[in-house]
């Protein structure tokens, strides 16, 4: 039996909920706008309010830090119960480990934000413009230079860039080249360009 290991609930998980332990709040961020456009409602905490409640089918998916093995072991339940769930808590530790252990017993765990998205993969969603304006800002250009490059007006280069913002679930321009170099091959990088 594990460290944080949950007492099994008469309610079997959901094999499609998604289940993500996440590094920081921005990937998990990113994570609940995606699912939350796929459809799943999502709520802050993991604490179900009635034991005999089942969450199987309900498309709810519970988030947020996990700092200890009470929460931890709150995180599992939830999960058994069919509940989605995206933990922020570094996996590498031992509390993180023994939690993404334990949810690893009732299905897939994804420790990447860009794994197991509920549909296509996003990045094979974005058209060539929006790939090439975040290849270029990711290489340091501006959106102005970018848009020239590209042979686009700055509108449309911004309109781009505001879709493929969307599309990945970020809030910033920031964000979203940070998000395509993560998709990258690994290597060095650029840093991207503030703001």
């Known amino acids: 039996m594990s460290m944080v290991s949950a007492r099994r ?6 094999a499609a909920a998604p289940r993500y332990v ?23 905490g993991f604490a179900l309010p009635e ?21 931890a072991a709150l995180v599992v339940q939830a999960a058994a119960r069919g509940a989605g769930i995206v933990a922020i808590a570094d996996a590498a530790a031992e509390l993180g480990r023994a939690l993404v ?3 690893r017993r009732l299905g897939p765990v994804h420790l990447d934000p860009r794994d197991g998205g509920d549909g296509p993969d ?19 250009e501006t959106i102005a230079a970018a848009a020239a490059a590209e042979f686009l007006s700055l509108r449309t280069a911004n309109r ?4 493929a913002r969307e599309l990945l679930g970020v809030r910033t321009t920031r964000e979203a080249v940070l998000a395509y170099l993560r998709r990258r091959e690994p290597g060095p990088h650029p840093s991207p360009p503030p703001g």
């Open 160 to 163: 781009r860039i505001a879709e």
């Open 101 to 103: 252990a334990d949810l």
């Open 122 to 140: 996003v990045f094979a969603q974005l058209v060539p413009q929006q790939r090439a304006l975040l290849r270029r800002l990711a290489n340091g």
């Open 22 to 44: 996440l590094a920081g709040s921005t990937d998990a961020t990113t994570v609940l706008r995606r699912l939350a456009r796929a459809g799943w409602r999502t709520r802050k």
């Open 51 to 71: 034991p005999s409640q089942a969450v199987a089918g309900a498309r709810l998916v519970l988030f947020g830090q996990v700092p200890d093995l009470d929460t």
């Open 9 to 14: 609930d008469n309610h079997p998980p959901d």
